[in-house]
């Protein structure tokens, strides 16, 4: 029988802080997350006293895994600096961004001396994404991923959009991951895809009121803990935005590059443009860029609409020298097969949708394969004046 919350509680009663206060009291708990033996939680504290707490964070871990019940926990420690607090910083680890102030504020990233790990087994991996939601990224990551398969390679997803998980509908993929040896997770699997997503471990309508220690942690067990076999691609589906998962993802693996995802208009391609700088800054190539809701095709009469305009992301493309992947419609047969779990790259092979992304995977897989070597070194932040 899976733990419950309480018993996690009743576990971390016998774990003191480093006052001799048992844990639950302290106030540093996040809310516990308990589904099918699987445990999630953070531990925030004052950044100054951190290394005090880092033995409490690990003692924690041993006794939620102790826990009757428990298959798997993940616990962050959060660092967090009081209002006002002066004083030097702690060092950041290893993997985090390390910004050096020089006056304005400008972030440029600057290769640092490690070179990033790859995931075993993975050749390569790329990342989708778009600087704003709504604009369909999700299905296209999905689609794109079986126009790969299509090509004859063996391809995983990962969903790193950790608030907002989309995948398990976007393929219909019910159930849980199976553990392997209490330590790993067995990706689950639907159209001849790996896929992996923080949407498997929860229930669907779980709030993830996480902090984003809280959720980098979860993107590397995601990627570092998960059996992936041997894959010749990886494509995550990023969040959108530009802030804790995409800089994790970044700098935890050596990218192959980014497919950026925009509608046709103004709004949207504005936030395209940060998503195209953010990669840039931190040294992975941008393969190119799609324009998602191109147009409207009438599903009674065929006649063609450009309710978002058209054009826009292919002059934006040329105009930040990116290539320009292609235009995907806007058109009920995407939108239903998606919310059914039926993707239209898997389920109409022969329409006219399906060839556009695979058009587009064939680009893509073009570039990665002619692309720079994987031991691309890990990026850091710096603050220039």
């Known amino acids: 029988m899976a733990a419950t919350k309480e018993q996690v509680l009743a576990s971390l009663a016998k774990v003191p802080g480093p006052d001799g206060t048992p844990l639950p009291n302290t106030g540093a708990l996040s809310d516990i997350i308990v589904t099918d033996g699987k445990v999630f939680f953070s531990i925030s504290v004052d950044a100054a006293v951190v290394k005090n707490w880092e033995p409490v964070r690990k003692q924690a871990e041993d006794a939620v895994r102790a826990t009757p019940g428990v298959v798997s926990a993940m616990i962050a420690l959060t660092a967090e600096r009081s209002a006002g607090q002066g004083g030097a910083k702690p060092p950041p680890p290893a993997h985090a961004a390390r910004p050096h102030a020089h006056g304005t504020g400008q972030a440029h990233a600057h290769p640092a001396d490690k070179v990033q790990p790859g995931v075993p087994g993975v050749d390569a991996i790329i990342a989708v994404a778009s600087g704003k939601g709504g604009v369909g990224k999700s299905t296209t990551a999905?689609?794109?991923?079986l126009g790969l398969r299509d090509l004859g390679l063996k391809v995983g997803v990962l969903d790193a959009d950790i608030y907002g998980p989309s995948l398990?509908?976007?393929?219909?993929?019910?159930?849980?991951?199976?553990?392997?040896?209490?330590?790993?997770?067995?990706p689950m699997e639907g159209y001849g895809l790996k896929v992996m997503s923080i949407g498997f471990l929860i229930e669907e309508e779980t709030p993830m009121i996480w902090r984003g220690p809280m959720v980098m942690s979860a993107l590397t067990q995601m990627l570092?803990?998960?059996?992936?076999?041997?894959?010749?691609?990886?494509?995550?589906d990023m969040p959108p935005g530009t802030g804790d998962a995409q800089l994790t993802i970044a700098q935890?693996?050596?990218?192959?590059?980014?497919?950026?995802?925009s509608t046709p208009q103004d709004l949207a391609l504005i936030d395209a443009r940060r998503g195209v700088a953010m990669f840039k800054r931190v040294n992975v190539p941008v393969l190119g860029v799609v324009e998602n809701m191109s147009y409207f095709l009438c599903p009674s009469c065929g006649s063609r609409t450009d309710i978002f305009g058209h054009g826009g992301a292919r002059t934006e493309a040329t105009r930040l020298g990116v290539p320009f992947l292609g235009e995907i419609p806007l058109h009920m047969d995407i939108r239903e097969k998606s919310d059914a779990g039926l993707p239209v790259v898997a389920t109409e092979p022969d329409g006219a949708h399906a060839k556009i992304y695979r058009d587009i995977a064939a680009k893509v897989l073009e570039q990665i394969k002619g692309g720079a070597s994987s031991g691309r070194s890990a990026p850091k932040i710096v603050i220039e004046a």
């Open 224 to 236: 570092r803990e998960v059996e992936w076999g041997k894959l010749d691609v990886m494509v995550v």
């Open 142 to 145: 999905v689609n794109l991923a």
């Open 168 to 186: 398990p509908k976007l393929l219909a993929i019910k159930g849980r991951p199976e553990t392997l040896g209490g330590t790993r997770l067995k």
């Open 252 to 261: 935890q693996v050596p990218l192959k590059g980014a497919v950026i995802v």
